[in-house]
């Protein structure tokens, strides 16, 4: 019956790839070439005091929590920080303190040109992060509260995303 549903013609080859021989293969859904994604940088963490840019997107409960970064010399990228929601806990909260804790160490630890944060349920902490680090003079660096919910300029945003993937 497997094989029958592999080779039938209906069946999408990746879905066939990723349900039946647990394998990932490129997917036309996927908005990004992984392949390609996995050989820029090498997920390498640069060196303290590069310059890098980051991204927070948050939620409050029953989701996940990320903060990423991207060293702007090499596009390398990596997970500063990640709070996911425990399988066996139905009431949890993303712990404030501990996001904080990252946000400010990844700030110490290199030169931050920007954080592009999506805002909702975390605006004040947000706020309160750009107020505490970023009220430089020549406004060099910048917390830029960054709407996801935009559907054009996310949409162009993915869109050059991809496209510096494939330019490397």
Known sequence: ?????????????????????????????WAFDRERWNLLGDGEVPEPGELIVA?????????????????????????????????????????????????????DRWSVWRVYCDPPYWSDTISAWEARRFKTPDRKQAIVHWWTNRWRPVGMAGRELATAIRSG
């Open 55 to 107: 991204g927070f997107d948050g939620a409050r409960h029953d989701d996940a929590t990320a903060l990423v970064a991207v060293s702007v010399e090499t596009g390398a990228a990596w997970t500063v920080g990640l709070w996911e929601r425990p399988d066996n806990l139905e009431d949890w909260e993303v712990p404030e303190h501990e996001v904080t804790a990252a946000v400010e160490e990844m700030l």
């Open 1 to 29: 019956r497997l094989v029958e549903e592999i080779l039938d013609p209906d069946t999408d080859p990746a879905d066939a790839f990723a349900y039946y021989l647990n394998i990932s293969p490129a997917n036309s859904d």
